[in-house]
């Protein structure tokens, strides 16, 4: 187990790298990484941009339902997101686990966003996270993926940038899905 303190902030360029490396094998997971437009290592804010699919809110002929349907469908893909990052930082990158005060702190802000965005009531999303975390946590302890992952967050950081097209050739050529 490593000695490295874990924190949400990132402790250096290789935490970096698989923390994006977290987030897309678990959009993989999803059958989601179509959102992805492109990604950067180097980006000064969001490191993922997504594609038109994913910001899509609907039209005058989509019902309501079906519109806030895709919000939340948006919103679980990105507790994923974040729960992949955390995951794969922690139990990949230190072989250690996510300390509980960290997951704490993960849920409280996926709390917040699913009752401003969707309007969710905290039982919603406690269901909504919780299926996101036991996902990603069979995904993420399983050691035989962890080579895999390794060799991903290794490509990100030598590449700096994938287009959704390259990550979804990486990630097939990895076999991580």
Known sequence: MSEQKFSLSYLNEDDRAYGLAGMLVALANLDAI???????????GPMVEFSHAYYFSGSPSISPKSTWDNLVANFHITTSMVVGNILSRSLVRQKGEVPEEILREVYNLVEEEGKDACDLESDEVRELYDHAL??????FRNPRLHPAIDEFARIISLKRNLSGREIFDELQLLQLF
């Open 34 to 44: 179509d959102r992805v437009a492109n990604v950067s290592i180097d980006a000064d």
């Open 134 to 139: 036991n996902r990603a946590m069979r995904l």
